[in-house]
């Protein structure tokens, strides 16, 4: 009789499959091992409605929250991914370059600016990526040329170009141009402008967030890349 009910238990015990350890689908969390400032990652990857793999990178200590990875390629079990937000002063985009291990964990290197860093990950819950979000049209009144000019590292000034431009039924369009050493033509990728705020995203990873001063109609923010931010003040030209 005890041996029976044992069976019995035994087999009423239902099997949980545990997830298949070569999908590198779901949210990561774990840190990028910069030498005296470790810096704590989430990393989501999935994939889309064709099947084409999506992910974006969360990083407070770079600003970064649902940031896209651009050139994101997952092969057998390694996985590699730009961060264009995270681009160097002469554009060059930060990346990836991991791979699942055999102990369920994501392990490799980030590479920016010429110096790499470990990087080690964890799984800890399904995949939300935040995917990119659309441009906006800008206000009438903002189309046009803005001048203005930041110091950036090396304690110099760069002046930076941007011009603006409606397109009927669609987004804005925007240029812009940074000259310092270096001219710096940016491929922009996206524009937006809610209320008084715009903001510029761009494949190189700079960006530029402003809000207009209605007093003096000047656009008054900052100018970023890499994580770091440097004020700019941009003028409309007539």
């Given at each position: 009789?005890?041996?029976?009910?044992?069976?019995?238990?035994?087999?009423?015990?239902?099997?949980?499959?545990?997830?298949?350890?070569?999908?590198?689908?779901?949210?990561?969390?774990?840190?990028?091992?910069?030498?005296?400032?470790?810096?704590?990652?989430?990393?989501?990857?999935?994939?889309?409605?064709?099947?084409?793999?999506?992910?974006?990178?969360?990083?407070?200590?770079?600003?970064?929250?649902?940031?896209?990875?651009?050139?994101?390629?997952?092969?057998?079990?390694?996985?590699?991914?730009?961060?264009?937000?995270?681009?160097?002063?002469?554009?060059?985009?930060?990346?990836?370059?991991?791979?699942?291990?055999?102990?369920?964990?994501?392990?490799?290197?980030?590479?920016?600016?010429?110096?790499?860093?470990?990087?080690?990950?964890?799984?800890?819950?399904?995949?939300?990526?935040?995917?990119?979000?659309?441009?906006?049209?800008?206000?009438?009144?903002?189309?046009?040329e803005w001048k203005g000019e930041y110091?950036?590292?090396?304690?110099?000034?760069?002046?930076?170009?941007?011009?603006?431009?409606?397109?009927?039924?669609?987004p804005a369009r925007a240029e812009c141009?940074?000259?310092?050493?270096?001219?710096?033509?940016?491929?922009?990728?996206?524009?937006?402008?809610?209320?008084?705020?715009?903001?510029?995203?761009?494949?190189?990873?700079?960006?530029?967030?402003?809000?207009?001063?209605?007093?003096?109609?000047?656009?008054?923010?900052?100018?970023?890349?890499?994580?770091?931010?440097?004020?700019?003040?941009?003028?409309?030209?007539?």
């Amino acid at each position: 009789m005890r041996r029976a009910l044992c069976l019995a238990l035994f087999f009423a015990v239902p099997v949980v499959h545990a997830a298949d350890p070569a999908d590198p689908t779901g949210r990561w969390r774990g840190t990028i091992a910069i030498p005296g400032a470790p810096v704590v990652t989430e990393i989501d990857l999935d994939r889309a409605a064709e099947g084409v793999w999506v992910g974006s990178l969360t990083a407070p200590e770079f600003k970064l929250r649902g940031a896209p990875l651009l050139e994101l390629k997952v092969a057998d079990k390694h996985i590699a991914a730009a961060v264009h937000d995270l681009a160097s002063s002469d554009g060059k985009q930060a990346k990836f370059d991991l791979n699942l291990e055999r102990d369920g964990r994501l392990r490799g290197s980030f590479l920016q600016a010429g110096w790499t860093a470990p990087v080690e990950l964890q799984r800890i819950a399904a995949a939300d990526v935040q995917l990119p979000r659309a441009s906006t049209a800008v206000p009438a009144a903002w189309a046009g040329e803005w001048k203005g000019e930041y110091i950036g590292t090396g304690g110099y000034a760069r002046q930076v170009t941007l011009k603006l431009s409606n397109v009927t039924g669609g987004p804005a369009r925007a240029e812009c141009m940074v000259v310092g050493k270096i001219t710096t033509t940016l491929h922009v990728n996206f524009v937006s402008a809610v209320q008084d705020f715009l903001e510029i995203g761009s494949d190189e990873g700079i960006g530029i967030e402003a809000r207009m001063d209605n007093a003096t109609h000047r656009l008054v923010g900052s100018l970023g890349y890499g994580g770091l931010e440097f004020p700019l003040t941009l003028e409309r030209k007539p």
